[in-house]
């Protein structure tokens, strides 16, 4: 597919745990960014991958939150002993460098934290 | 201060009516892009239509329109013709350019129900 891919698409956890979500980009988006969507929120941002720039992590919300990207491909986020206030949608969105420029987002990821 | 406000929670219209989604917006930056995102029920973010801070004339994409105020910084969202498959929520966001900050602040977003 041409499009953003996210996986899964629902995570449900337990309280304590720790738990990766995936974003495949388009491919050649040199840009990648994450944000999170609470039930009947609009979306916040959480971080964002340039390239091979560091990440501007400015939207992370605790240091339980953390994300990865190698390159212009894959990236993971990653929360370590989620809790119930983690519960939300998780949505990817991949788009070429320039301030002007459309993000494509994925369908998202949901989780439950229990 | 929120950056996007949208000040409809939710708007009802009738099918093959037009609709204006309301959103407002706050910045020092004078470079700047306002972006519409539709988000069905299915979940999946779609844009719909751009406008940057410089340009002369509203930014329009088939049934979309984007009237743009800049003195009162304000970036309605015009759907013509309304269609039943136009019921979604409807987000306005916004890209700052000086700060350098590169993610899109989100309004609290308007659900749209189109009524046949």
């Known amino acids: 597919g041409a499009g953003v891919s996210q996986s899964p698409s629902n995570k449900v956890t337990e309280k304590g745990k720790d738990v990766e979500l995936r974003c495949d980009p388009i491919?050649?988006?040199?840009?990648l960014y994450w944000y999170r969507q609470r039930l009947g929120q609009g979306l916040e941002f959480l971080i964002y991958?340039?390239?091979?720039?560091?990440?501007?992590k400015s939207g992370l919300p605790s240091d339980r939150f953390s994300a990865e990207r190698t390159g212009e491909s894959v990236s993971t986020l990653t929360i370590q002993r989620t809790q119930q206030e983690d519960s939300a949608v998780y949505l990817c969105?991949?788009?070429?460098?320039?301030?002007?420029?459309?993000?494509?987002f994925g369908p998202g990821t949901r989780l439950t934290v229990l | 201060a929120q950056k996007i406000t949208q000040t409809q929670p939710g708007m009802f219209v009738q099918e093959k009516e037009a609709v204006t989604l309301d959103c407002t917006y706050d910045?020092?930056?004078?470079?700047?892009?306002l972006f519409w995102y539709k988000q069905p029920s299915s979940g999946e973010m779609i844009f719909l239509i751009y406008?940057?801070?410089?340009?002369?004339q509203n930014a329009t994409e088939g049934r979309y329109s984007l009237n743009f105020q800049k003195a009162r910084k304000s970036a309605n969202l015009v759907i013509s013709a309304s269609q039943l498959g136009d019921s979604a929520m409807y987000f306005c966001?916004?890209?700052?350019?000086?700060?350098?900050?590169?993610?899109?602040?989100f309004g609290t977003g308007t659900r749209l129900t189109v009524i046949p």
């Open positions: 969105a991949s788009g070429t460098s320039g301030i002007y420029n459309e993000q494509f």
């Open positions: 491919s050649g988006h040199t840009a």
């Open positions: 991958f340039q390239g091979n720039s560091a990440p501007d």
């Open positions: 910045t020092s930056d004078p470079s700047y892009g």
């Open positions: 406008q940057g801070s410089y340009d002369q």
């Open positions: 966001a916004m890209r700052e350019t000086a700060t350098g900050a590169n993610n899109l602040f």
